[in-house]
T-cell receptor, first 112, second 118 residues
């Protein structure tokens, strides 16, 4: 079945760049998504990328997509303590099945 | 704007008890979802409703039932709670689904219900 995999933890120093990686199995998706979950809250859409694009930049965020390897990454430049959260990549599954499959989430810890 | 509202926020149940988690959205969205979040496993889809009047199973439907009461409300029922159902439950909604032909779609999430079954 469809699967989305992420590493569980990432620790970075404030001001450094963070790179969160994700691999997925369903290559038919039109869009791939990144969601952010702050402590005690629900998920919020952070950004997304169209499957025909290799890269999308949005202020401090850069999304890279390698369709051949089914690899998605999220780069956060100049990481701040406010970026500490869990980041989920999400893949719509199975085309037409109307559901979003999430990875396990990567917990990003930003330290001084 | 309320967005997606879930009740209750916290609940403790004894094994075998039943309860219903309520969810309502005020964005006139067609699709609604129930997820559970467990440590190290991310969010797993329990049930979804593509539109008013329809419901379908997700990845982990066993032990749950749902009702799409109207366009706004989508409830999740645990008929006989088990310790394995201890989790954080999230309701979400989206204007459209996530099929291949649809444009980029945002799912809006509620604040979650933390359920403990003892």
């Amino acid at each position: 079945g469809e699967d989305v995999e992420q590493s569980l933890f990432l620790s970075v120093r404030e001001g450094d760049s963070s790179v969160i990686n994700c691999t997925y199995t369903d290559s038919s998706s039109t869009y791939l998504y990144w969601y952010k979950q702050e402590p005690g809250a629900g998920l919020q859409l952070l950004t997304y990328i169209f499957s025909n694009m290799d890269m999308k930049q949005d202020q401090r965020l850069t999304v890279l997509l390698n369709k051949k390897d089914k690899h998605l990454s999220l780069r956060i430049a100049d990481t701040q303590t406010g970026d500490s959260a869990i980041y989920f990549c999400a893949d719509p599954s199975g085309g037409g099945y109307n559901k979003l499959i999430f990875g396990a989430g990567t917990r990003l810890a930003v330290h001084p | 704007n309320a967005g997606v509202t879930q009740t209750p926020k916290f609940q403790v149940l004894k094994t075998g008890q039943s309860m219903t988690l309520q969810c309502a959205q005020d964005m006139n969205h067609n699709s609604m979802y129930w997820y559970r979040q467990d440590p190290g496993m991310g969010l797993r889809l329990i049930y979804y409703s593509a539109s008013e009047g329809t419901t379908d199973k997700g990845e982990v439907p066993n032990g749950y039932n749902v009702s799409r009461l109207n366009k706004r409300e989508f409830s999740l029922r645990l008929e006989s709670a088990a310790p394995s159902q201890t989790s954080v439950y999230f309701c979400a909604s989206s204007e459209a689904g996530f099929g291949r032909a649809t444009p980029a779609t945002e799912a809006f999430f509620g604040q979650g219900t933390r359920l403990t079954v003892v």
